[in-house]
């Protein structure tokens, strides 16, 4: 099966160095931004639009490359990958989260959860019992067999969640993951994360809300413009 082996908690498993990514604009997206994320931190990136927050999680995603700098997550230069490689890095280390679900209308819940499975080559049988798992574990069992479109946005995004954990990924990418949410769901789905968290889940997420960063983060980075302008740990409640 195509998955990998989470590290221990507190050791490295992001290492982010000078990292420059320019578009058109005269001023860049990321600044010569230096960074270590730990196993087991659960990190939020705040900051305004155009801070440069979205840009980096694409590039510790894979997404993009950056113009120059490096990018390594579980001993991996993602900077270096091929397009192939790329997305056998993702199957393996990544699960990721979107502000709008990025579900399959036309697939099952239990579907849309099994993809990265079937993805990944994993056997069915297991694959089932890990969905099963999982949507039991996130209260949304009784929608194996629904549709996404006939339920709520906080219903949605469990499934959303569900999914990027399908394979055990050692790191979750979160894009504004309360962003499309009432204030009840979001709540919900940040009690969530701060549980995936305590359960040993690394958690990067980027987004404008404090309160989803105070709920569910044990430390806070802020970017302006580009760069990296504020990296407060959090306080244990």
Avoid at 129 to 150: H, M, Q, V
Avoid at 223 to 237: E, H, N, Q, T
């Amino acid at each position: 099966m195509d998955t990998a082996t989470p590290p221990e908690r507190g050791t490295p498993l992001i290492q982010i160095r000078r990292l420059v990514k320019r578009y058109e604009a005269a001023r860049p997206a990321l600044d010569d931004v230096t960074l270590d994320v730990q196993a087991g931190e659960a990190v939020a990136v705040l900051g305004p639009s155009g801070s440069g927050k979205s840009t980096l999680l694409n590039l510790i995603a894979g997404l993009d490359r950056p113009t120059s700098g490096s990018v390594t997550v579980g001993g991996v230069r993602v900077d270096e990958l091929s397009e192939a490689a790329s997305a056998r890095y993702r199957r393996r280390q990544i699960g990721l989260v979107f502000q709008f679900f990025n579900l399959l209308d036309d697939l099952t819940v239990e579907d849309n959860v099994l993809l990265p499975a079937q993805l990944a080559g994993m056997a069915w049988p297991a694959a089932v019992a890990r969905a099963g798992e999982l949507l039991t574990s996130l209260g949304i069992d009784r929608y194996r067999a629904s549709f996404p479109g006939r339920l709520s946005g906080g219903e949605r995004q469990r499934v959303a969640l569900a999914r990027a954990l399908m394979n055990r990924p050692p790191l979750v990418l979160a894009d504004e993951p309360t962003g499309a949410l009432d204030s009840a769901s979001a709540a919900s789905v940040a009690q969530l994360l701060r549980d995936l968290n305590r359960d040993g889940q690394t958690i990067v997420l980027v987004t404008h809300d404090t309160r989803l960063a105070q709920a569910c983060a044990t430390r806070t980075l802020e970017m302006v413009d580009g760069a990296l302008a504020r990296d407060v740990a959090m306080v244990s409640s």
